[in-house]
């Protein structure tokens, strides 16, 4: 069985959090919603004429877009907006620690995250335009204690993520314990026996490929990567807020945490990786006003390297690569744009560049339940909404309606995507209610009541108002065969009803057989399957307890984390006799994805 799409992982990131299921933190969560109708409105109603007399009341535009959302004793953003390589607006709202009570300026340094990728990419052309470095090098010829997988993954496979290597924040998850440091980096890839798929023959993001680009940076530089990129891009851009968070000793006193908000309350993200390359630099929306300008006048770099970094490379079969070393091509609302987003803890920031208005944006905040892309987006159409299609509008969530529990029970069972027929999704009936269950780290699982509309129609509204739609389609018999679900109005991914007679529901005796330690030498870490009420936990250090789905005799799945997921299939093999001989875990395709990590049983349980 092989993974076909990533689809059905949407849904995690669009929920987030149901509003229907009341918390704690209802009061709060209803505020995120409405700040999200209001960028929805606002980005609706957003064609402005462009002349000085409206440029205060597009400041006062701005002002209230942010300031409905974030309080002024809470974490909150920094937004810079710049045209013709100027500076238009920068604003700082809300905290930058609300541990210490600093607030956000302009002048406040936020991780970017992936952001850093672009400026990772400049570097290593720099380097190739010095000379010091080829994009067509094997990076073995840099790296030598990496792995020999039979053919060579060079500089560019880095920069436009065709290298094959496994994603090796999803081999940190499942191993685990966290990377912090560039040596355990290099130690977990070099343990990788295998790639993810050849390299060369397709692209799939990597988290692990400008990590490894910026070791190939550093050595060829000769210094290390924080001091090279200082040196030859941050200050010849003239981004004096700027740095790279890693081994190096440095004052960073205006940086702004991350924060976590949840039912708890709000709590400050302590950064404690120093790794780099694809994470970790730290700017303004100050230095992005530079960063933006050398898009269209390129002082650092030249020409030839930011032509380079927006034409969308091709594979040798002909597709071209939605992605172009670090940066996003594509359009909003019928407009060329250059983008990038980020999401570090407690931290989301993104930033557009519009090439042919020469116009940019960016929107930098540190808690994650701001929206930084749509934030981004809706100031931009504050600024160029004339020029712009008109966007349309959040589908608003239908009437509810009062179901009987017998109707409800109808829809209740098992339901799966044709396309990934091991990504189960349970639909239960608890308590008069129906509610999707999904996988949670802290609680094992977790329930996503959905509120009926009628006619087999059921909806979910997420944290940020994003509305999700369910329709169960019945066969002349009034039993559902399938589920359509879409969010905000967009296309429906189908799902099928598993038969309740095909539904695998195995016993404790034959759960038994794979209990054990498992141990994986690519992940130097052990898996503890145990057996308990019936139940195949997986258990690892330091880690809650979880519950292994099954799928089908030998296949499981289990997800990692809260909202955003990572689903992981583990399919375990036999030899001719039966007897089960390793297990491998793969993730889906797409980002932090992982294929066939080897496990091997060390002691039965």
Known sequence: MTFQSAGPALRFALRLDSVARMT???????????????????????????????????????????????????????????????????????????????????????ELGSVSKPFTALAALILEQHRKLSVDDDVRRWIPEFPDYGKPIHVRDLLEHTSGLRDYQALETLAGRPVRTMSEFLGLMAAQRTLNFATGQRHEYSHSDFMLLALVVERAAGVPFGAFLDRTVLEPIGMRDAFVSDERAHSARNRALGHVVSSDGTRAQFPESRTFGGVNLYASVEDMARWDRNFDDPRVGGRSAITRM?????????????????????????????????????????????????????????????????????????????????????????P???????????????????????????????????????????????????TPAGNGRFFEIGRTGNVGIYTFESSSAGVPHCLQVSWNGGSADVLERVPDSAVWRPSAATLAEYAGVWFSEELDASWLLDLRDGRLFLRRIGKPDVTLWAVEPDLFIRGFGSNEILTAQLQFHRDGTGKLTHLSVSTRPGEESVRNVRFVRTSPR
């Open 400 to 450: 509810a309606v009062t179901v009987s529990s017998n109707e409800l029970a109808r829809y209740a069972g098992v339901y799966r995507p044709a396309a990934e027929p091991w990504d189960l999704w349970p639909v239960e009936l608890i308590r008069g209610e129906l509610a999707e269950r999904v996988f949670d780290d802290v609680r094992d699982d977790t329930l996503y009541v959905m």
């Open 24 to 110: 704690k933190c209802a009061l709060r969560l209803a505020l995120f919603a409405t700040a999200s109708a209001t960028i929805a409105a606002c980005a609706t109603n957003s064609k402005t004429t462009r002349t000085p007399a409206n440029l205060v009341a597009l400041d006062e535009r701005v002002d209230s877009l942010f300031k409905h959302l974030i309080q002024t004793d809470g974490p909150g953003c920094a937004v810079g907006i710049y045209r013709d390589g100027a500076v238009v607006l920068t604003r700082g709202y809300g905290l930058a620690n609300i541990e210490d009570g600093r607030p956000i300026t302009p002048h406040t340094a936020f």
């Open 310 to 398: 927006t034409t969308l490379p091709v594979l040798a079969n002909g597709d071209t690569i939605p992605y172009a070393y670090g940066l996003r091509l594509g359009s909003y609302r019928g407009l060329r744009i250059i983008e990038r987003g980020g999401a570090p803890d407690g931290t989301r920031v993104h930033v557009i560049h519009f090439p042919d208005q020469r116009f940019g944006v960016a929107v930098l905040c540190n808690a994650t339940h701001f929206e930084a892309n749509k934030l981004a987006e809706t100031v931009a159409g504050f600024y160029l909404g004339e020029l712009m299609r008109p966007v349309r509008p959040r589908a608003p969530a239908p």
